[in-house]
């Protein structure tokens, strides 16, 4: 795990395609798609250890906007079910300054394979953890003497 972390950009601050694409309200594109337009644009990028299927760029916020309007105009979202005064509105009611290019990067294939390292630490066993003893729900009561 160290030795993926390593191998993460030195920036603070990750994003999960997810999550954008729930903002979007558009299906959510393949990461190395999305890695492929982030290199492609020209940026760096890396897998982030904090959350599954996360990535770290160099890129900024309006582009990587960009490269999902770009998304939402080749596989469309139905507007009509969409709130006016909605941030999904106000996002895909702009135009993308550039056109993203989804082609397959060289560099978005090591990035995404597994190299046999863990990349999120798994639970050691089943049912691990505090267990049932630390919330038990019996609190010890006060002599008031």
């Known amino acids: 795990m160290l030795t993926l972390a390593k191998q993460e950009l030195d920036l603070p601050f990750y994003f999960t395609p997810a999550k954008i694409a729930g903002i979007f309200h558009c299906t959510c594109p393949p990461l190395e798609a999305v890695a ?49 005064n909605s941030p999904a509105k106000a996002l895909l009611s702009k135009e993308a300054r550039t056109d993203a290019n989804f082609e397959k990067h060289l560099d978005a294939i090591p990035l995404l394979s597994k190299v046999g390292l863990v990349r999120y630490q798994q639970n050691p066993t089943s049912h691990w953890g505090p267990g049932t003893k630390a919330i038990s729900g019996t609190k010890r009561k006060r002599d008031d003497d």
């Open 36 to 84: 492929s337009a982030l290199l492609n644009a020209g940026h760096k990028v890396s897998r982030s250890h904090a959350c599954a299927g996360s990535l770290k760029t160099t890129a900024t916020r309006e582009d990587i906007h960009d490269i999902f309007r770009t998304w939402v105009k080749r596989h469309p979202v139905k507007t009509t079910k969409i709130a006016d």
